[in-house]
């Protein structure tokens, strides 16, 4: 009862807050992004047979993932730096 | 003075950081699945013990043998380790493969029971304690050659299953197949009331056989099943245990009709006698994990008569009522815990996020996603195999090696 109440009320807030973001429609991907990915997609489906894509995919992403995760990591810690006694 | 501090200050980080972000490639790369859990996941109520089958790895080569012609035994020698407590029953998985293109259907639990009824006796033997070899297990068995007659079961013998012969449908007194989420067979093996606590004290480790065997055999019931398999002479039937994540054969079941005709089933076929099954694997290695014993939780109800006979009350129990108590305040509701990630979901398809996770996805699925090849590479079956395969394995470990070269490098020159 009283977890549930505080994660009711902690879900009140949220659910205030993120009304806005909720008013807005669905995002729907434009055709022409679609069309341009399944492009991508019809090459390396013809590309496999002699080059591994998988891997070569895999590490992409990897490498994309580590630096998106740096630079929010840089981000929120210049953030965190804005605030008083934070140097 | 200063310098080294802020050094010492970013290896901190470092410490920090690097794992957090090796954390964070973890969770979201496409290599997540290597981190799941292998844990397989069993289904276990409270009085069902899912028996979790290791197969042997390289079983020796067992000449495949019936053990006693024409009769109507079927022998699964089988080793259990562990020891099976406070429970009644026992679960173990078959998967049957197809039967000369017709697959095995496993019959709803409440259908009616025909397959069951098949098991006229289902019994779990000791023969010898699981110290002994797996040469001198076949020897007492009688399998190796010279066949022994009759067959040398140990005194301790154990019968799960003595039913009667005829229950129209599933009942508690027959085992009892049962089709799972993932289209295998369980068969349910509960033992009758009154023995339960035999069984219980007697399974313990070692080696066992399940035996097989019934003299009741239906006559008039079998229309039920010969729409699940219907087979002709000389037919193999494989059934299979259900590993921990795949299914791996566990017998061999040549079919060699002497009757000439089709046999119907193979349960039917066990105990009709007209050729038993025959083991070619020469045993199954059973280990499973008892469910935990639950404390019988009392009544938390309000009782009547003098407050002193409260603790005396059986019914009554102050622990289960604390329990309640603690439970109601401070276990948060599934609903309310779950509203969450409903209300993440939403925010997933609104604007901006919607956005990258889009992208994201698009690309997550940008090489499975099912589009036509632009252009298509002739291809040279023996050129592909000798040459183009090895190349690719070749390159893939080529650009693993450069891209962990690569990632040394990159978090050595990350700066914080």
């Known amino acids: 009862m009283i977890t549930t109440g505080i994660i009711n009320a902690f879900y009140g807030i949220v659910f205030i807050i993120s009304s806005p973001l909720r008013l807005l429609d669905n995002v729907v991907m434009p055709d022409a992004f679609n069309a341009s990915m399944a492009t991508v997609s019809g090459y390396l489906r013809a590309l496999d047979t002699i080059l591994p894509i998988d891997t070569i995919l895999t590490l992409l992403f990897i490498s994309v993932g580590i630096e998106v995760a740096y630079l929010s990591y840089k981000l929120v810690m210049w953030i965190v730096r804005r605030f008083p006694t934070q140097s | ?416």
């Open chain 2, 1 to 416: 003075m200063e310098l080294q501090a802020i050094k010492l200050q970013n290896r901190s980080y470092k410490r920090v950081v690097i794992p957090f972000l090796v954390a964070l490639i973890a969770l979201f790369s496409p290599f997540k699945g290597v981190f799941a859990s292998a844990t397989p996941t069993v289904d276990m109520t409270s009085n069902e013990i899912p028996l979790v089958y290791q197969l042997l790895q390289n079983p020796p080569n067992f000449t495949q043998k019936r053990y006693n012609n024409d009769t109507e035994l079927w022998y699964a020698p089988i080793k259990i380790t562990n020891t099976i407590t406070g429970v009644n029953s026992i679960k173990m998985k078959f998967k049957a493969t197809a039967l000369e293109g017709q697959p095995f259907v496993c019959p709803d639990t409440g259908i009616d029971g025909g397959w069951s009824r098949k098991f006229a006796e289902i019994e779990l033997h000791k023969i010898a304690d699981a110290s002994m070899s797996y040469d001198n297990v076949f020897l007492l068995m009688g399998i190796n050659p010279p066949n022994i007659d009759p067959f040398p079961l140990a005194t301790n013998s154990i019968k799960i299953y003595n039913g009667t012969y005829g229950g129209g449908t599933n009942t508690t007194a027959n085992p009892n197949w049962r089709k799972n989420t993932d289209g295998t067979c369980s068969l349910y093996l509960t033992e009758p009331i009154g023995d339960q606590a035999t069984l219980i004290n007697q399974i313990d480790s070692g080696w066992y056989i399940l035996r097989f065997a019934g003299t009741a055999v239906s006559s008039t019931s079998n229309s039920n099943f010969n729409s699940y398999v219907n087979a002709e002479d000389n037919d193999t039937m494989k059934i299979s245990l259900l590993g921990d994540n795949s299914y791996d054969t566990v017998i061999n079941a040549e079919g060699v009709n002497g009757a000439g005709s089709p046999f119907v089933l193979w349960s039917n076929y066990i105990f009709n006698g007209y050729a038993p099954f025959v083991p070619s694997f020469p045993y199954m290695e059973f280990s499973y994990t008892a469910p935990p014993i639950i404390e019988k939780e009392g009544s938390c109800n309000p009782f009547s008569g003098d407050i002193s006979s409260a603790f005396l009350n059986t019914e009554f129990s102050l622990k289960s009522c604390l329990s309640q108590i603690a439970t109601l305040l401070f276990i948060p509701s599934s609903t309310s815990t779950a509203q969450f990630s409903n209300l993440v979901e939403t925010i997933k398809q609104k604007p901006p996020f919607g956005w990258v996770v889009g992208t994201f996805d698009s690309l997550y699925n940008i090489n499975t996603v099912d589009a036509e090849p632009i252009f298509i590479l002739e291809q040279v079956t023996p050129i592909t195999d000798t040459i183009f395969d090895p190349i690719k394995l070749a390159l893939s470990w080529l650009l693993y090696f450069t891209f962990a070269f690569y990632l040394f490098k990159r978090f050595k020159d990350i700066t914080i």
